[in-house]
Nanobody
């Protein structure tokens, strides 16, 4: 059974940094894509950043502040978040695609205070 497990969430003041990690287990081959979504209170889930076939894409709202990276050999994806803002407060979900199936982690809360 494929599982995605996130770690690294927490609370930080505006301007601070956090690093999220997510590792996929239960599969042998590398996932086609891995990345991060987030959902703020009262809002829809949105793409933050994703890596597909070695190419990364970042949402405009996080460009220049967040960086996504993959370790394909370990089926792990990271999200380095710098210059955090209160509007980055959300539950961050790890996302992956394997054999045309979407997989989601349970989410990790990131809270940024002013």
């Amino acid at each position: 059974q494929v599982q995605l497990v996130e770690s690294g969430g927490g609370s930080v003041r505006a301007g601070g940094s956090l690093r999220l990690s997510c590792t996929a287990s239960g599969i042998i081959l590398s996932m086609k894509s891995m990345g991060w979504y987030r959902q703020a209170p009262g809002k829809q889930r949105e793409l933050v950043a994703i890596v597909t076939s070695g190419r990364s894409t970042h949402a405009d709202s996080v460009k220049g502040r967040f960086t996504v990276a993959r370790d394909g050999a370990r089926n792990t994806v990271y999200l380095q978040m710098n210059s955090l803002r209160p509007e980055d407060t959300a539950v961050y979900y790890c996302y992956g695609i394997h054999a045309d199936t979407d997989y989601w982690g349970k989410g990790t809360l990131v809270t940024v205070s002013a």
